[in-house]
């Protein structure tokens, strides 16, 4: 963590600073600006934060993941060894920025006057679904990016899009009943309302089934990530 945070004048800060300054914009645009309420009259920062958490997961992973070849050029070159082994290498620093950020959801949780129930016991499940989207693409993405360098910095741009079609400053319910199994193809909308139900005791993420394509889509990727990059690692040295 801290050669991923070498030579910045905040240092490790920034795994707290980044998820928050984006916790009080979405609260600005959706709660202030656009008037929507979360569920269950819960506070909006927190309610935000909970969803930030999930999806700053996924989103450092993918990130992390989906470059990491072409940052370790030299060493995937040189050296023989499993290649996955790269990608999947990336995941330790969002890992610990995410234990860095449990405290601060705590105090977040008791100023908002939230007791976790019994279902807090789930959370981890709903983040290693957030975590199994996030390598299967970042292995598709990162096999990609040896030979098209144009992905990374596709990449930035598709997971700020991502930030405003998943639920993360609105609830799950507000999108339309004829919308929901086709908004239910981003994998993060369960993960989302997952941690939303475990933490704060709102929504109802199986309500409907709609949430067997989270899970379906989550699965489907990381099977074919890890497929696509075993098919084409053999290549990366000399391409890269």
Do not use: C
């Not at 600006?33 to 927190?46: C, M, R, S, T």
């Not at 949780?109 to 709903?126: D, H, N, S």
């Not at 609830?171 to 704060?200: C, F, K």
């Amino acid at each position: 963590m801290s050669v991923h945070y070498k030579q910045t004048v905040i240092g490790a800060a920034w795994a707290v600073v980044r998820p928050l300054v984006t916790v009080v914009i979405l609260t600005m645009v959706f709660s202030r600006v656009a008037k929507l309420n979360a569920d269950g009259g819960i506070w909006y920062p927190l309610y935000v934060l909970v969803g930030m958490t999930a999806w700053q997961l996924f989103a450092s992973v993918l990130g992390e993941s989906s470059n990491s070849l072409v940052a370790n050029a030299n060493l995937v070159s040189k050296v023989y060894f499993p290649r996955m082994l790269v990608p999947l290498s990336t995941i330790g620093v969002p890992l610990v920025d995410l234990a860095v950020m449990v405290p601060i959801l705590a105090v977040m949780m008791a100023i908002g006057g939230v007791v976790p129930q019994w279902r807090v016991i789930f959370a981890p499940i709903f983040l290693l679904l957030a975590l199994a989207a996030a390598i299967g693409l970042g292995l598709v993405l990162s096999s990609l990016n040896v030979k098209y360098r144009d992905v990374r910095y596709v990449i930035p741009f598709v997971l700020q899009f991502g930030v405003y079609i998943s639920p993360i400053g609105y609830p799950t319910s507000r999108v339309p009943a004829e919308y929901q199994l086709a908004y239910h193809l981003n994998p993060m909308v369960l993960a989302i309302d997952g941690m939303r139900w475990s933490l704060l005791g709102v929504g109802n993420p199986f309500a409907g089934g709609a949430w067997l394509v989270s899970v379906a889509v989550t699965l489907a990727a990381l099977y074919a990530g890890v497929q696509y990059f075993r098919r084409t690692e053999k290549n990366f040295a000399d391409v890269i």
